[in-house]
């Protein structure tokens, strides 16, 4: 990373106190029988766990099975990297606190607890400091294949394993940096819409960009939203979806809807495709 990143980086403060705004979800979430002690903003090792009722953890066991039986054969190799690395419990939530231990031990991240989806401005801070949000609520047991609502198996399961990879990281750190100097709505809904079809619903496949050539089967899952999701997982690679080429400037003008599985997807060939383009597209637009 360039000097000049690294100035912007270090005058970005880490946003302190509330984090989450409200949001209406289509989605059932259930919530820990005794809430954690910890406030909102709370980061690593000084996160304490609520309690959870033993129908929570289970709805977690249940999904990190079926999830783990899918995954081998729809997901990148760098997400399944940091699955082993993270190691989760198979019988219970994990805590937020151990889950922050071994990302910084990775790459030097963190998590700070959150109560829900935080807002554009915090969220670009965040990440420019290396700290990712996550919820310590689960969703309700009824919602297991697929919730538009962010909760723990989609902040750990879905993204932490990404984020212990140092060249995704590299990556979600200059969004953070770039995404934290949008000066207005249009240009934050250009940062959403990518943070959408990458990090949340991104796909990657050597073969992108080969047109006819294109092989399928080569194509793989790396969004977060995806990931967390198990009737997602299998619609995302079947031939429902429409898988177009990387494009930044055509993802940043994709409008999507977070209410029903995605019918359109935008795959990468590389994560150094995905870190240079977003570099060239965040320079180009002045952000970086």
């Not at 879905?158 to 953070?176: P, Q, S, V, Y």
């Not at 383009?277 to 952000?287: D, I, L, M, S, T």
Request: net charge negative.
């Amino acid at each position: 990373m360039n000097s000049n990143l690294m100035h912007k980086q270090l005058h970005i403060p880490i946003p302190e106190g509330a984090l989450s705004i409200e949001v209406a979800y289509k989605a059932k979430s259930s919530y820990p029988i005794v809430a954690s002690p910890s406030c909102e903003g709370t980061i690593g090792a000084e996160i304490i766990s609520p309690t959870y009722s033993q129908e929570q953890h289970e709805t977690w066991k249940i999904m990190l099975k079926k999830q783990s039986q899918l995954v081998k054969d729809y997901l990148c190799k760098e997400y399944l990297e940091g699955m082993n690395l993270l190691n989760f419990p198979k019988e219970k939530i994990p805590s937020l606190s151990h889950s922050s231990e071994s990302l910084k031990k990775s790459t030097g991240w963190q998590i700070i607890r959150a109560e829900g989806l935080v807002s554009p401005k915090y969220f670009f801070a965040l990440l420019a400091n290396k700290v990712f949000p996550c919820t310590d609520f689960i969703r309700h047991i009824e919602e297991i294949d697929y919730t538009p609502a962010p909760d723990t198996f989609h902040d750990q399961a879905g993204h932490l394993a990404m984020i212990t990879n140092h060249r995704f990281a590299e990556f979600f750190n200059l969004f953070g940096i770039a995404g934290a100097q949008a000066k207005d709505d249009e240009e934050v809904m250009w940062f959403n819409r990518i943070y959408w079809f990458t990090v949340e619903f991104g796909l990657i496949n050597p073969t992108a960009h080969a047109g006819r050539n294109r092989v399928d089967n080569q194509c793989r899952i790396y969004g977060a939203g995806i990931a967390s999701s198990c009737g997602e997982i299998v619609y995302s690679l079947s031939d429902k979806v429409k898988k177009h080429p990387f494009s930044l400037d055509v993802i940043s003008e994709t409008d999507f809807d977070i209410h029903h599985m995605q019918d359109q997807l935008f795959e990468i060939e590389s994560f150094d495709e995905l870190e240079s383009e977003f570099r060239n597209w965040a320079q180009k637009k002045g952000f970086i």
